[in-house]
């Protein structure tokens, strides 16, 4: 019987009359191309090399967001988080019945699909999409389950073991009781040896930091080691195409959370078996430089398997029977993330990278409850008042962002000088900045209506049904968002004079994100706007108007919305006073009661890395904003 199973395995698997191979995903939490096979020095990633050895290995990789729960809800949709209204983090959108997520059109194939373990895709309806995709998903998924071995499987196995809760995120003495034990001494990395980056300070926090985030690594490789291991035993090897990447950069500051290539880059090793190599157009063991997006990543699964591709899926085929169509751009969004309320764009060729900072009164450096538990992030804001600052550090310490920033990276792979000011640049500043402004309208970008009020109108339906009427005056609003940190305070008190909600609340970020003393004409349409039907109009207008030296009434209105029902608005409202804080002292007993009411939707003993549906993340975030301004300001 035993040699019969054996044999079983080897034999050719036909599903529906066609040869199919297995497909294994292994993914690395919050990583960068911190390994050695991408040159990294500081990297003991021995498992990972050798599988590269015989990969193809992209070196122009990318993923959709800097965070994990919007890029995973593009892995799983082929579709791009912005067109979905699935930019924010744990977002509570819905999705049309159609997006069930690729692995279901595997199922449906023929394949045995598990998930070990992890989904957070991010989508109101994020429990039917794990009920189709998978087969198994759980902490025991693994294709040895699938019930008759002769049939094809997908296999993801999320490796959470380098993120950012484990590098710097947990207490040291967690670290080294959960991870640095599986390490031998030679992988454990010594702080004074270890490579530090420019724009970090050179503190013993910050190497035991960095330090530790290498060991992470060093025993995420070990678990890919293991896993690569059971597929040969089982003699699948051979029939099984292999992908290894992560789902951003790194957990570091400065990387994870950031449009720069540090937030952005990704690893990814494509390893296909002899059998199956005629599908890679390539050889093994070499470097490919085409640009690859995560919005590939699905359909290019579905055609690899000789699955149809849904016409909603956007990406780029890179593998399969059909020629790779190779890009000639990725594209990038940071929107909300947690407590954190920020909207910026990118764009990437192969040489340049473009970032459009819509919010450029909000620093890179913004305070964020979860990640500001790890002691490096408190290095940064010690510096943030130094006069020895290099230019590197200021920018990511800096209260202030760029509107825009252009970067060669072939010259410059850190991000470290900003091109937007270069006579020789003003070429292809231009060119990206509209093939970025192309790209949102095109695909109706949803970062661009504020949070509550595209709540508001995807309720009923979906933000990707709902843009596909033609209801939304797209080319108006990004036309409103574009003057932000470019035209004159004029043009900001007219937008909100607009019958358009959102252009009304264009006009009061481009006020709030304006550098010269507001006008008499201007705080008087301020004053004017705390009374918009729109919160997110009022709440900006408050904010602004505080700012400027203005708090009545406008802290009232922002108190107010603490009492909001909808918890999208209490979090605006909760983060705006945070940020302003001694400003905002009359808030205190309101946060206090904003507190109370958070906690009893989600207990603040659950891990920020639990997933919860309705307002129960939403809750979270606005925990975290009351409790970081109760402990500034009391």
């Known amino acids: 019987m035993k040699l019969f199973l054996t044999l079983s395995i080897l034999i050719p698997v036909l599903s529906q009359g066609k040869i199919l191979p297995n497909i294994l995903w292994i993914t690395a939490e919050d ?65 049309p019945t159609a997006f069930t997520g690729f692995p279901a059109l ?162 990814l090793l494509v390893r296909f078996p002899k059998k199956w190599q005629h599908l890679a157009h390539q050889k093994p063991g070499i470097k490919n430089d085409q640009l690859v997006s995560f919005v590939d990543f699905a359909p290019t699964v579905l055609n690899l398997c000789k699955t149809p591709i849904p016409s909603h899926m956007q990406g780029k085929l890179f593998f399969g029977n059909k020629a790779p169509d190779k890009r000639k751009y990725v594209f990038g969004h940071r929107d909300r993330v947690d407590e954190v309320r920020d909207f910026a764009r990118s764009v990437r060729n192969e040489k340049y990278l473009y970032i459009r900072n819509y919010m450029p009164h909000l620093g890179y450096n913004q305070p964020t409850a979860w990640p500001d538990i790890g002691t490096i992030r408190h290095e940064f804001y010690k510096i943030a008042e130094s006069e020895n600052l290099n230019p590197p550090q200021s920018h990511f310490v800096n209260s202030r962002r760029p509107v825009e920033e252009l970067y060669d990276c072939k010259r410059d792979p850190l991000n470290l000088s900003n091109l937007t000011n270069s006579p020789k640049h003003q070429k292809i500043l231009i060119k990206l900045r509209n093939e970025h402004l192309r790209y949102a309208l095109e695909n109706h970008d949803w970062g661009y209506i504020p949070e509550y009020e595209a709540w508001e109108m995807g309720m009923k339906s979906s933000c990707w049904e709902i843009a596909k009427t033609g209801s939304i005056q797209w080319k108006s609003i990004i036309h409103a968002a574009e003057l932000v940190g470019r035209a004159e305070e004029s043009k900001f008190v007219e937008n909100l004079k607009s019958k358009n909600e959102t252009i009304r609340y264009w006009g009061v970020i481009g006020l709030c994100a304006f550098e010269k003393r507001l006008s008499v004409n201007a705080l008087s349409a301020l004053k004017g706007a705390l009374m918009d039907s729109s919160p997110s109009v009022r709440i900006e207008a408050a904010n602004t108007l505080v700012r400027n030296g203005h708090p009545k009434p406008a802290l009232t209105v922002l108190i107010e919305e603490l009492d909001h029902e909808n918890l999208i608005v209490v979090s605006h409202a909760a983060r705006t006073i945070e940020l302003l804080g001694n400003m905002a002292k009359k808030a205190i007993p309101a946060m206090e009661a904003c507190l109370k009411r958070a906690y009893s939707v989600r207990s603040p003993d659950l891990s920020p890395v639990i997933v919860l549906a309705g307002d129960q993340d939403m809750a979270m975030f606005v925990g975290f904003s009351c409790n970081a301004f109760l402990k500034k300001v009391k």
């Open 31 to 95: 990583m960068s191309p911190a390994i050695g096979c991408y040159g990294n020095t500081d990297a003991i990633t021995p498992n990972i090399d050798k599988l590269a050895k015989n990969s193809i290995k992209f070196t122009n990789a990318f993923a959709s967001a800097p965070v994990c729960s919007p890029s995973r809800s593009c892995l799983i949709q082929g579709t791009s988080p912005v067109s979905m209204g699935t930019q924010h983090m744990r977002s509570g959108f819905s999705l």
């Open 106 to 267: 595997l199922r449906k194939n023929g394949y045995f699909t598990t998930n070990n373990v992890k989904t957070d895709y991010n989508s109101g309806n994020y429990k039917e999409i794990i009920e189709a995709s998978w087969n198994e998903s759980s902490a025991t998924a693994h294709w040895r389950i699938r019930p008759d071995q002769k049939i094809p499987f997908f296999s993801v196995f999320n490796l959470m073991t380098s993120h950012q809760s484990r590098s710097m995120v947990w207490t040291y003495e967690k670290f080294k009781n959960e991870i640095q034990s599986k390490l031998s001494k030679k992988q454990i990395h010594d702080p004074l040896k270890i490579s530090l980056p420019p724009y970090y300070p050179d503190t013993p926090v910050v190497r035991r930091t960095v330090a530790r985030f290498h060991d992470c690594v060093s025993a995420m490789d070990k678990e890919v080691g293991q896993i690569l291991k059971q597929l040969k035993e089982d003699g699948l090897d051979e029939n099984t195409i292999v992908f290894f990447f992560s789902d951003h950069g790194s957990g570091m500051p400065r990387h994870k959370r950031a449009l720069l290539d540090s937030g952005m880059h990704v690893p």
